[in-house]
């Protein structure tokens, strides 16, 4: 069985990409593998875009575990690919990481209170996006960062994201990928929604 990583060239699946040292084998979905930052045998790299749901099927073969890092828009558009994909692949998906958005869920983050009104669009596509994915009845965790900063990796502070007010500001894309990492290792918040901040 292997995981596969959706988004893979992205600045936050690098991240994850560099920590993680589980034997399973990650197969890489891109839409350029010439994007990704180093080439490494231990991985297997499929090509492909999320707009065609099509091209997502050869990698889910053998697929035991998504984690998706794919981001912006349209997010509903890709959760639905990803489903469509992995029904039609009669895939044994065992459970689906999701990355999502801090304020998302209207919640207030940090000082700035609610993020969705600095940007209703993209905060309505990364919902709609989640609830996809929660309502799939595959298992599920959904990442919810807050707003992305430079710093090296910190002690990542979690709050549910659908019941708390968090006051976490910012986070560092290195303390995300260790909370992908110790959720997939761990099975920790499964069936939950957590967001992620490291400073206030
Ligand atoms: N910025 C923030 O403060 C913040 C906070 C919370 C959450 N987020 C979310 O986190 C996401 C990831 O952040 P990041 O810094 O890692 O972004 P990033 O470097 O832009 O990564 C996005 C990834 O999605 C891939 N992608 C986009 N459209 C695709 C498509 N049609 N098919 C296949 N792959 C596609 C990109 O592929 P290519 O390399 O081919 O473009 C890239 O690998 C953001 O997009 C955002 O939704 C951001």
């Known amino acids: 069985m292997k995981n596969l990583i959706l988004g893979a060239t992205g600045n936050l699946a690098q991240q994850f990409i560099n920590i993680y040292d589980q034997d399973k084998e990650i197969v890489l ?6 994007r990704l930052q180093s080439q490494n045998n231990h991985y297997s790299v499929i090509e492909g875009d999320m707009y065609d749901y099509k091209t997502i099927i050869p990698a889910l073969e053998d697929a035991d575990i998504v984690l998706s890092f794919v981001g912006s828009s349209p997010m509903p558009l890709f959760a639905n690919n990803l489903l469509k994909a992995i029904q039609e692949s009669n895939s044994n998906v065992k459970r689906i990481l999701w990355l999502g958005a801090a304020g998302a869920n209207k919640e207030t983050i940090g000082r700035e209170g609610s993020f969705w009104k600095t940007m ?15 309502n799939s009845q595959i298992p599920y965790t959904i990442i919810n960062p807050a707003m992305f900063n430079t710093k090296k ?7 549910q994201s659908d019941t708390q007010v968090a006051e ?14 110790n959720s997939l290792i761990n099975n920790q ?6 967001t992620v901040g490291d400073s206030y």
């Open 29 to 34: 979905f891109v839409r350029d593998k010439k």
């Open 120 to 134: 209703p669009e993209y905060f309505g596509q990364q919902k709609d996006a989640i609830d996809i994915i929660i």
């Open 153 to 159: 990796e910190q002690k990542a502070i979690i709050t």
């Open 168 to 181: 976490v500001q910012s986070v560092s894309r290195q303390t995300v990928a260790r909370v992908f990492n």
């Open 189 to 194: 918040y499964i069936n939950q929604q957590i």
